[in-house]
């Protein structure tokens, strides 16, 4: 089955730094999804971004699918960013990748 | 709030007892799904009807679990003989408002087995 993989594993910024999350996928797909996990365990919808960029307030994504790749990019962090970020592709069914795990610090 | 609701939230269980979960999707969608998440994982697919029909089932989905959705509507799935190893949060999507391939997920069961 397709593989998805997500770099870094682990990201630790200060306050208002900004980063870049990356996602991997093995095969053409059609569709792609970024979530947010809080502490909760709430998934939480960031984009649906089959190809292109999206932009919302100090996040933007960008999918470029004929490369097999997808970036999640986060300007001037916040401690409540802090959470595990998650790339899924749809196949039906939503493959999940392996997440990346952010600490914001003040 | 996705509008995508599961009940209860919480679930401590002895090892070999039966639960059930609920999950109430967005209204007027005929696709639900369900996923398990372990500690430090992603998610993974469990199974997904459309409407009460049960259209695929993961190889994680032992004979011990169930899932039914006999109207169509909100869906229960349960676990009988719980062991340890099923320990996980329970989560449950469906599509949004306006159809289509994107997923929103309810807040999740946390089930804990002693």
């Known amino acids: 089955g397709i593989q998805v993989e997500q770099s870094p594993p682990d990201l630790i910024l200060q306050e208002g730094a900004n980063s870049t999350l990356r996602c991997n996928f093995s095969d053409s797909v059609n569709n792609l999804q970024w979530f947010h996990q809080n502490p909760w365990g709430q998934l939480i919808n960031l984009f649906y971004i089959p190809s292109g960029t999206k932009q919302n307030g100090r996040l933007s994504a960008t999918t470029v699918a004929t490369e097999r790749y997808s970036l999640l990019y986060i300007s001037s962090s916040q401690t409540t960013d802090s959470g595990v970020y998650f790339c899924a592709v749809i196949f039906q069914k939503l493959v999940f990748g392996t997440g990346t795990r952010l600490l914001v610090s003040p | 709030d996705t509008g995508v609701s599961q009940d209860p939230r919480h679930k401590i269980t002895k090892r070999g007892q039966n639960v059930t979960f609920r999950c109430d999707p967005i209204?007027?969608?005929?696709?639900l799904y369900w996923y398990r998440q372990t500690l430090g994982q992603g998610p993974e697919f469990l199974t997904y009807f459309q409407n009460e029909a049960q259209l695929e089932k993961s190889r994680l989905l032992s004979d011990r679990f169930s899932a039914e959705r006999p109207k169509g509507s909100f869906s229960t799935l349960e676990i009988q003989r719980t062991e340890q190893g099923d320990s996980a949060m329970y989560l449950c999507a469906s599509p949004g408002a306006t159809g289509g391939n994107e997923q929103f997920f309810g807040p999740g069961t946390r089930l804990t087995v002693l």
């Open positions: 209204s007027e969608h005929n696709r």
